[in-house]
Protein backbone atom coordinates (compact mmCIF):
# COMPACT_ATOMS: atom_id res chain seq x y z
CA UNK A 1 0.00 0.00 0.00
CA UNK A 2 2.74 2.68 0.90
CA UNK A 3 4.73 1.53 -2.34
CA UNK A 4 1.49 2.20 -4.19
CA UNK A 5 0.72 5.90 -2.75
CA UNK A 6 4.58 6.36 -3.15
CA UNK A 7 4.37 5.69 -6.91
CA UNK A 8 0.83 7.36 -7.45
CA UNK A 9 2.47 10.78 -5.76
CA UNK A 10 5.54 10.36 -7.96
CA UNK A 11 3.26 10.36 -11.02
CA UNK A 12 1.11 13.09 -9.63
CA UNK A 13 4.95 15.05 -9.04
CA UNK A 14 6.30 14.32 -12.31
CA UNK A 15 3.11 15.24 -14.33
CA UNK A 16 2.68 18.32 -12.66
CA UNK A 17 6.30 19.65 -13.92
CA UNK A 18 5.64 18.25 -17.25
CA UNK A 19 2.59 20.41 -17.03
CA UNK A 20 4.39 23.57 -15.75
CA UNK A 21 7.09 23.25 -18.58
CA UNK A 22 4.58 23.03 -21.05
CA UNK A 23 3.06 26.36 -19.48
CA UNK A 24 6.45 28.38 -19.62
CA UNK A 25 7.37 27.05 -23.04
CA UNK A 26 3.58 28.08 -23.98
CA UNK A 27 4.18 31.61 -22.21
CA UNK A 28 7.66 32.20 -23.61
CA UNK A 29 6.51 31.21 -26.89
CA UNK A 30 3.54 33.59 -26.83
CA UNK A 31 5.96 36.03 -25.66
CA UNK A 32 8.20 35.36 -28.84
CA UNK A 33 5.47 35.57 -31.15
CA UNK A 34 4.42 39.08 -29.85
CA UNK A 35 7.44 40.33 -29.03
CA UNK A 36 8.52 41.89 -32.08
CA UNK A 37 5.63 44.30 -31.48
CA UNK A 38 7.26 45.51 -28.18
CA UNK A 39 10.05 46.62 -26.47
CA UNK A 40 12.61 43.28 -26.34
CA UNK A 41 14.03 44.20 -22.73
CA UNK A 42 10.79 44.60 -21.56
CA UNK A 43 9.28 40.85 -23.07
CA UNK A 44 12.83 40.03 -20.80
CA UNK A 45 11.70 41.87 -18.50
CA UNK A 46 8.68 40.43 -18.29
CA UNK A 47 9.37 36.83 -18.82
CA UNK A 48 11.56 37.19 -15.37
CA UNK A 49 9.13 38.56 -13.22
CA UNK A 50 6.81 35.51 -14.73
CA UNK A 51 9.37 32.74 -13.76
CA UNK A 52 10.10 34.37 -10.56
CA UNK A 53 6.53 34.74 -9.90
CA UNK A 54 6.13 30.68 -11.17
CA UNK A 55 8.64 29.12 -8.71
CA UNK A 56 8.02 31.40 -5.59
CA UNK A 57 4.23 30.78 -5.43
CA UNK A 58 4.71 26.99 -6.28
CA UNK A 59 7.63 25.93 -4.99
CA UNK A 60 6.64 26.79 -1.43
CA UNK A 61 4.11 23.82 -1.49
Known sequence: M???QSFSYRLVKISLIIL???VIIGFTL???LIGHHLD???VIFV???GIYYHY???ESH
Open 56 to 58: FTH
Open 20 to 22: NAL
Open 2 to 4: AND
Open 47 to 49: LII
Open 40 to 42: PPL
Open 30 to 32: SLL
